[in-house]
């Protein structure tokens, strides 16, 4: 089996750089590693504008180079523009054999704050890069002229993109998906439905509650997709005796975020690396759509 991931080939301002929050070269590169780390007995091949410029034909050149290269499927990641307050992603397709990939991207996209276009997917027979290999499809990863849909990044983007193909691949083509130990070992912070006032720095006002299970030595990841610091307050109930920690004022730094060992973060008596518990992370509701957290061992 072999899947294509093919990035926009136009230049700036859809492609501006590393220090944006996301353009489509990095977005499909971060889909294309991940990939081939979670099928390592499937070939990927990235195509970006290092291989093809943007110049004349450039998009005919790529579609011919993917299925010279005997691609089973392929993958087309752009962004959209428009005027202010236009945002949201949708997915195209022209033969019907790309319906299998292009539904399940759709259900695993449906997870991004991100509304839907065109009920997520379009029929297009005008995009020349559809027509070859048959399975292939556009992903059109929101609006780069969208301040909200680039702050949620190359991960808050990636991840759903990754799923919904990964979806396709063991549902659809019957490929095993190699278990790694790492992504065993990683706890996604899940958004607790119920409302809360806040605490400390938050008090008076509602917040957003995001929950995991960890262990004392377990490294805090939580980054909130925005160029500015944005506060967030951190708790840990111990398993053993219901002890409570925390609150804590913490900060998720730009685009870097937050990344530190559980004990290390609350740097509070009686909490040992030993301990298990709950850690819960509170955020205000406007930091919620940019919001990614997890525990990792």
């Not at 019907?96 to 539904?103: F, H, Y």
């Amino acid at each position: 089996m072999k899947v294509a991931i093919a990035s926009s080939l136009q230049g700036p301002p859809e492609e501006t750089g590393p220090d944006t929050p996301l353009d489509a070269t990095r977005l499909a590169r971060y889909v294309a590693e991940n990939l081939q780390r979670r099928f390592p007995d499937m070939e990927v091949g990235l195509y970006d504008r290092e291989k093809f410029p943007g110049k004349g034909d450039a998009y005919l050149e790529l579609r011919d180079a993917i299925c010279r290269w005997g691609a089973d499927a392929a993958v087309h990641i752009h962004q959209d523009a428009g005027a202010p307050g236009a945002r949201g992603w949708h997915i195209l397709y022209y033969h019907d054999e790309a319906l299998p990939l292009a539904t399940r991207l759709v259900a695993a996209m449906s997870s991004i704050p991100s509304p839907a276009r065109h009920g997520g997917m379009q029929r297009r027979s005008d995009v020349a890069v559809l027509k070859r290999p048959p399975a292939s499809v556009m992903v059109e990863a929101g609006f780069f002229t969208s301040p909200e849909d680039e702050a949620l990044g190359v991960q808050g983007w990636g991840d759903p993109i990754v799923r919904g193909i990964s979806n396709y691949l063991i549902q659809h083509c019957h490929i095993e998906e190699k278990k790694r130990e790492e992504e065993e070992a990683m706890v996604d912070l899940e958004w607790q439905a119920a409302p809360e006032t806040g605490q400390g720095m938050f008090e008076g006002k509602a917040v957003d509650v995001y929950t995991a299970y960890g262990r004392g030595s377990d490294w805090l990841h939580v980054r909130i997709n925005r160029a500015e610091k944005r506060p967030f307050l951190a708790f840990f109930t111990r398993n053993s005796d219901g002890a409570g920690f925390g609150p804590v004022a913490l900060e998720s730094n730009g685009y870097a975020g937050f990344v530190a060992p559980i004990a290390a973060a609350f740097n509070k008596p009686g909490l040992r690396e030993s301990d298990y518990g709950w850690v819960a992370v509170h955020v205000l509701p406007e930091d919620s759509k940019a919001f990614r957290g997890f525990v990792r061992a």
